[in-house]
């Protein structure tokens, strides 16, 4: 069974631009996840979105949106860049969204850089 | 709202001995506790997880963690570590109702050495 993708893995934007990111999750997963990650604030949810449907939020500006497709492919689309932005992105997937079903197998990541 | 803290940002040791990496949790519900591994360049895997029935849970490679509620505690241990066991583990939380927001720790690397 392949893992989850995460595609492009690497991106260089310059502030101001806006960039989405792609999630294929593991085939039959229904949720999927996103996490940034850096340096100074370590591992951050993002949100998570089950059968097209966001269903938790974490702390971060409207900039930072997303969305899950009927195949459960998620993306996630930040606008109007800043520098602070630059981070790796993860996404994770699980086969539902609570208790034994809630065991979340991540992807390598997109490094998003940010100029 | 949960947090987690790992007390170590750094723990070195030698290959052979007993390492303890801690993790302290701060939630007013139940809920779920995790250590995840990222090894170099490479993304996270799920080490082991606690999620109900014995507070010590087991992972393949030799790892344990036992759940405490009245410490609030879920410390990661191995007797004896191995130089293939370089990397940064990070404990997370998530509370039983929005049990995938999980919140994860600042990480601790685990440096082995020979």
Redesign the interface.
């Known amino acids: 069974k392949a893992g989850v993708t995460q595609t492009p893995r690497y991106l260089i934007k310059t502030r101001g631009q806006q960039v989405t990111l792609s999630c294929s999750p593991i085939s039959g997963h229904r949720?999927v996840?996103w996490?940034q990650q850096t340096p100074g604030q370590?591992?951050?949810?993002l949100f998570?979105y089950?059968s097209e449907t966001q269903?938790?939020k974490?702390n971060f500006p409207g900039r930072f949106s997303g969305r899950q497709f009927s195949n459960s492919r998620s993306e996630m689309n930040v606008s109007t860049l800043e520098l602070g932005d630059s981070a790796l992105y993860?996404c994770?997937s699980?086969w539902g969204?609570?208790?034994?079903s809630?065991?979340?197998?991540?992807?390598?990541?997109t490094r998003l850089t940010v100029t | 709202a949960q947090s987690v803290t790992q007390l170590d940002s750094q723990v070195p040791v030698f290959e052979e001995a007993p390492v303890e990496l801690r993790c302290n949790y701060s939630s007013s519900v139940s809920v779920?506790l995790f250590w995840?591994v990222q090894y170099p360049n490479?993304?996270?895997?799920?080490l082991l997880?606690y999620?109900s029935g014995s507070t010590l849970v087991e992972s393949i490679n030799g790892f344990e963690a036992e759940f405490n509620k009245s410490q609030t505690s879920f410390h990661l241990r191995k007797p004896s570590v191995h130089i293939s066991d370089t990397a940064e583990y990070?404990c997370a939380v998530?509370e039983?109702r929005?049990?995938?927001?999980?919140?994860?720790?600042?990480?601790t690397r685990l440096s082995i050495r020979p």
Not at chain 1, 42 to 45: I, K, T, V
Not at chain 1, 97 to 100: A, F, I, L, N
Not at chain 1, 102 to 109: A, C, D, H, I, R
Not at chain 2, 42 to 46: D, S
């Open positions: 949720s996840s996490y370590g591992l951050q949810f998570e089950f269903r938790n974490g993860l994770a699980s969204t609570g208790g034994v809630l065991e979340q197998y991540f992807g390598p990541g | 779920y995840y490479q993304g996270l895997q799920l997880k999620l990070f998530s039983l929005s049990a995938s927001k999980i919140i994860f720790g600042s990480g």
